[in-house]
């Protein structure tokens, strides 16, 4: 059982290889964000699927930090594209 | 080729591939992308080798910190810098750099490549001891009992460092709010994430600290995600760091290792510095870390957050 799991996580890091991709090429910054999200989806994925292979449930505690946490980057990202760097694109302009 | 050999190869080539992008990229953003997905990859190599406690660490740090350090600091670099002075060093210190970085890690792959493969290092020690360590967790057991002088040190570092980049502010601004003016629609995407999150993340914290004396955890890495979860309601306006002068704020930073200090003292009253008393090491361990994780989550929310910029909210 645990060989297929494995077998699916390694199937899972092809879809983070696409990523790593769509990261290098772009073409925006917004695009690469993305991807680095996408991957980071993957991430969490295949530590669920090691945890179950494994049967560590500690490992679904990276998980679950790793979830908590991925959204942070966007966050950061999405601020620095505001018009001072310090905002919300939600924001009305001044 | 058995599954588990597939995956560790793949794992393996894509760290080694995102690294390099890192490093070789030409512009800065698909460098700091890259590095956020080497973090994600190094944490998931980590589970591998069975370091669930440093998968843990990474997956804290490499989301949560480095990749809000990293883009913030690249959005200010970018609005800041004069065209033409864009932070490019000679090409003399691009070679120097290169040639000390390939030094380090040319001496990390001598010593990883020196271990002894069927060695089984200190891992017969400490099972033996672990029975009087009070927590089952062995890594808990060795930063926290056997080896607690290393922790302590880490803790004052940490201050050391708050303090560096403290010492960074103009006179005018000394005492004053860390970092520049956060803000953000009030009834927006990014209030209301930064409001509905807060809640799993201290939840997650505490279970962290709590988990770590008999599973994987701790307070450095409870203290990172409360780190990041204080920097996530300051980005999204809903609240503003206090300013470094004041008392709560300092009291908090040092609290962890100043009691951590305590603990060490009773125990040379009683025999030996930092020494545990098998029966009490539990209480005292949990104790210790509740207090560093407070100290570690300031600490780190402050480094990330920046010296003081100005002196009016």
Known sequence: ?94 | MTPALVFDGLLALLAVAAAMAAIGGRDLFGSVAFFIVYGLLIAIAWVRLDAIDVALAEAAIGAGLTGILLISALARVERTASSGESGEGGRLAKIAAALLCAGVAGALAWAALALDPQGAGLTPLISEALPQAGVGNPVTAVLLNFRAYDTLLESIVLLFALVAVWSLADDGNWGGLPGLRQHARSDGVLATFGRLLPPFGLVVAVYLVWAGSENPGGAFQGGTVLAAIWLLVAMAGITELPRVSSLPLRAALVFGPAFFLAVGAIGALAGTFLGLAPAAAKAIILAVEAGLTLSIAATLALLVAGSPQRTQG
């Open chain 1, 1 to 94: 059982m645990s060989a297929v799991l494995l077998g699916f996580a390694a199937f899972l890091l092809l879809s983070v290889a696409g990523g790593l991709i769509r990261v290098l090429r772009g073409p925006d910054a917004a695009d690469r964000i993305m991807a680095v999200q996408l991957i980071g989806t993957s991430g969490v994925a295949v530590l669920l699927l090691l945890a179950a292979a494994g049967a560590n449930p500690a490992i679904v505690d990276v998980a679950l930090i790793m979830a908590l946490l991925a959204a942070f980057a966007a966050v950061a990202f999405v601020k620095s594209a505001s018009a001072d760097g310090l905002g919300d694109p939600e924001e009305p302009d001044p």
